[in-house]
């Protein structure tokens, strides 16, 4: 079944999806008039800030007594600093629960880190959760009467922007961060194109609160096909990663118009 779209074309699309890959399956091929241009934007999105900054991907760390190794796991979940603390004295039953004591330098935003004496901290490489706290992971901890403070700044979540990205459009471009690229100072120089549809900072609003964009203005970019009959959705973070909202729904709507 197909569907011709007539001069002066505009229609919208209401998403909803508990995903942040979403597949949008029309029940008809909209057919554009390839003589024409037709643009793309959104009109609103809203969802809840349901976004963990520790995942099994970071929750990971070692302790050391003697010659016993006691490997330890952090909960995935949202976490502000202070929080750090209650989990890691539960990580594991075979160690104290004074053992670490975390909190964070106001001044200096870096993490104070005390460790009971007798013990060793190690970071596992792989597993990011030194990065949150600011540590270097290659370094080892020694329990000490003297908090350690970390090495760079406490980054509590590792994502920055939310972007939205339709398969339909073109035109919007992007640049990643490359840490290890020392000539751009840890970022890439090239631009390159995107199908990006909409973008905004991840700390809009705290964590359980519902995040809510509505554009006054809304950016429209072009769509390069004439026969629709699917597209996709993505919504991901500035590493161009999925962003998980752990089953929350995202709602948004999105408006083709001709141009």
Same mark, same amino acid.
């Given at each position: 079944?197909?569907?011709?779209?007539?001069?002066?074309?505009?229609?919208?699309?209401?998403?909803?999806? #508990?995903?942040?890959?979403? @597949?949008?399956?029309?029940? /008809?091929?909209?057919?554009?008039?390839?003589?024409?241009?037709?643009?793309?934007? $959104?009109?609103?999105?809203? %969802?809840?800030?349901?976004?963990?900054?520790?995942?099994?991907?970071?929750?990971?760390?070692?302790?050391?007594?003697? %010659? @016993?190794?006691?490997?330890? *796991?952090?909960?995935?979940?949202? /976490?502000?600093?202070?929080?750090?603390?209650?989990?890691?004295?539960?990580?594991?039953?075979?160690?104290?629960?004074? +053992?670490?004591?975390?909190?964070?330098? *106001?001044?200096?935003?870096?993490? *104070?880190?005390?460790? *009971?004496?007798? /013990?060793? $901290? #190690?970071?596992?490489?792989?597993?990011?959760?030194?990065?949150?706290?600011?540590?270097?992971?290659?370094?080892?901890?020694?329990?000490?009467?003297?908090? /350690?403070?970390?090495?760079?700044?406490?980054?509590? %979540?590792?994502?920055?922007?939310?972007?939205?990205?339709?398969?339909?459009?073109?035109?919007?471009?992007?640049?990643?961060?490359?840490?290890?690229?020392?000539?751009?100072?840890?970022?890439?120089?090239?631009?390159?194109?995107?199908?990006? +549809?909409?973008?905004?900072?991840?700390?809009?609003?705290? +964590?359980?609160?519902?995040?809510?964009?509505?554009?006054?203005?809304?950016?429209?970019?072009?769509?390069?096909?004439?026969?629709?009959?699917?597209?996709?959705?993505?919504?991901? @973070?500035?590493?161009?990663?999925?962003?998980?909202?752990?089953?929350?729904?995202?709602?948004?709507? $999105?408006?083709?118009?001709?141009?």
């Amino acid at each position: 079944m197909a569907e011709t779209v007539e001069k002066n074309f505009s229609t919208t699309f209401n998403i909803c999806s #508990q995903l942040s890959d979403i @597949d949008v399956n029309l029940a /008809y091929t909209l057919k554009l008039d390839p003589t024409q241009k037709y643009k793309m934007g $959104l009109v609103w999105f809203s %969802t809840y800030n349901t976004i963990f900054n520790i995942t099994s991907q970071n929750n990971e760390f070692r302790v050391l007594k003697g %010659t @016993d190794t006691f490997p330890c *796991k952090i909960p995935p979940g949202a /976490y502000e600093v202070k929080d750090f603390n209650d989990h890691i004295a539960t990580s594991n039953k075979d160690l104290p629960q004074d +053992l670490i004591s975390i909190t964070d330098d *106001k001044v200096t935003t870096k993490c *104070k880190m005390s460790i *009971k004496e007798g /013990y060793t $901290l #190690q970071f596992n490489p792989s597993s990011f959760f030194h990065t949150i706290l600011g540590f270097d992971a290659t370094k080892e901890y020694k329990g000490r009467p003297r908090p /350690y403070l970390s090495d760079g700044i406490i980054q509590i %979540t590792d994502i920055n922007t939310i972007n939205i990205e339709c398969s339909l459009v073109n035109g919007g471009y992007v640049n990643t961060i490359n840490p290890n690229d020392s000539q751009s100072g840890g970022g890439s120089n090239t631009m390159k194109p995107s199908n990006l +549809l909409y973008s905004f900072p991840s700390f809009t609003v705290p +964590l359980g609160y519902k995040i809510i964009q509505n554009p006054t203005h809304p950016t429209y970019y072009p769509v390069f096909q004439t026969n629709i009959n699917r597209f996709n959705i993505k919504i991901t @973070d500035d590493k161009s990663k999925l962003i998980s909202f752990n089953g929350e729904k995202i709602n948004m709507c $999105l408006e083709l118009k001709q141009v």
